[in-house]
Structures are given as structure tokens and as C-alpha cells.
């Protein structure tokens, strides 16, 4: 059972419309969350950050935070064909006494031109 | 210019052979990680350090070893590779215990033969 859970595995969007990404964590109590970017064959990049409930704006990319309900969004305005990438949510979580980074399996945005 | 490096960016090994993958982070970072990313696995944490050093096992330790002999180099070491070690290594550096945002290297490639 994946402690956090990204959806969907693939999304297609126009240049232009907005994509929304989801992540679902397990634990209530994680107060850490990251959205990373992987461009084909290249490292991690950060996007987001964001520690309370809430929306948190970086540029085009905007987190959206609702622990109640167990989930982290990431919004792309005017996404470009550019922004096209794997995107991974990071939960850090409280285990065994110690908190762990949980990652999400990703997923793939293609932004059509 | 690029804060953390790694090398090879791509290697082939022979089954039972020696195998070592090396970071640098430039970064000044207490923390690096060394994680293996596979389909449908995400990104797992193998090893990681506190500073020089120091390792630690991550989630997925069996099979290797780690070397931190400086702040800024950490080593992945497969004293004997098997092919179900082919993946993509990525190494990360970070300030704080996974609390902080983690800077990645740009992975590399293996594949065990």
C-alpha cells in the first residue's frame, strides 16, 4: 500500500489550458510537501514547497495543500511544451520516531503545441 | 554552474564486477542521499549521510555500500553488481534532514549485464 499516491500516471494538455496534478498522502500529521520536476533523462528540480494548509504560488506553479482531506495539488498556468516532464510529489512523514521522505511514482505531462 | 555533479553519467558493468558511482555537491550541504529510480518504484532511498563521515542505510540498503569521505563527495559503492541493480541512480545534497529541499545530480545510468 504506497503511502503517497500521485494521479493521474499521464496527463495531455494544450499549450496554454491549465494542468492539475494530484497527490494523496496517508498521514494527516505530514506537514512537508514538495513538488518536484524531472525532465527527460536529467535530475530532480524543486517547483513548490508548502507547510500549511493553503495555496502556495511560485511563478506558474501553484500548490494547493488540504491535509484534512489528505491531498496536495499542483496547478501549471500557461503551461508550455517546455514544462513537458515527469512531476513527483515528496511527503515528508513521521515513521518509526523519525520522519521519512515519501515520494509518489509521478506523473508524465505532455503539453501539446 | 551545476551545484551537484555525479560520474559516470552512464556505465555498463558485468555481473560480479566492482561498481562505483561518485558525487560531488558544491552546495556545502550537510545531508546526501543516494536513491535508485525504477518504473513504477519512484524514487528509493538507498543510502545517505550527515556529513563526512558518516552513512547511514536508507530503505533499500542490501547490496550496497556507501562511502563519505568529505562534505562534498559521497559514494555509491556495488561490491558485486547483479543485473537487478540496473537503474537510475540519483544522488541528492540538503541542508536539513528531509525537512529541506533536496538538490539533485543528474543520475546516473547503469546496467548490470
Known amino acids: 500500500q504506497q503511502k503517497v499516491q500521485q494521479s493521474p500516471e499521464s496527463l495531455t494538455v494544450s499549450e496554454g489550458a491549465m494542468a492539475s496534478l494530484n497527490c494523496t498522502f496517508s498521514d494527516g500529521t505530514s506537514n512537508n510537501f514538495r513538488w518536484y520536476r524531472q525532465h527527460s533523462a536529467k535530475g530532480l528540480e524543486v517547483l513548490v514547497s508548502?507547510?500549511s494548509d493553503g495555496e502556495k504560488e511560485e511563478g506558474r506553479f501553484t500548490a494547493h495543500l488540504n491535509r484534512a482531506n489528505l491531498h496536495v495539488s499542483l496547478h501549471i498556468r500557461e503551461p508550455q511544451p517546455s514544462d513537458s516532464a515527469v512531476y513527483l510529489c515528496?511527503?515528508?512523514?513521521?515513521?518509526?520516531?523519525?520522519?521519512?521522505?515519501?515520494w509518489g511514482s509521478g506523473t508524465k505531462l505532455i503539453i501539446k503545441p | 554552474e551545476a551545484a551537484v555533479t555525479q560520474s559516470p553519467r552512464n556505465k555498463v558493468a558485468v555481473t560480479g564486477g566492482k561498481v562505483t558511482l561518485s558525487c560531488n555537491q558544491t552546495?556545502?550541504?550537510?545531508?546526501m542521499y543516494w536513491y535508485r529510480q525504477d518504473t513504477g518504484h519512484g524514487l528509493r532511498l538507498i543510502h545517505y549521510?550527515?556529513?563526512?563521515?558518516?552513512?547511514e542505510k536508507g530503505d533499500i540498503p542490501d547490496g550496497y555500500k556507501a562511502s563519505r569521505p568529505s562534505q562534498e563527495n559521497f559514494s555509491l559503492i556495488l561490491e558485486l553488481a547483479t543485473p537487478s541493480q540496473t537503474s537510475v541512480y540519483f544522488c541528492a545534497s540538503g541542508d536539513a534532514w528531509v525537512q529541506d529541499t533536496q538538490y539533485f545530480g543528474p543520475g546516473t545510468r547503469l546496467l548490470v549485464l
Open positions: 552546495n556545502n550541504h550537510n545531508n
Open positions: 549521510s550527515y556529513g563526512a563521515g558518516s552513512t
Open positions: 515528496a511527503v515528508s512523514m513521521l515513521m518509526d520516531s523519525n520522519y521519512q521522505l515519501i
Open positions: 508548502i507547510f
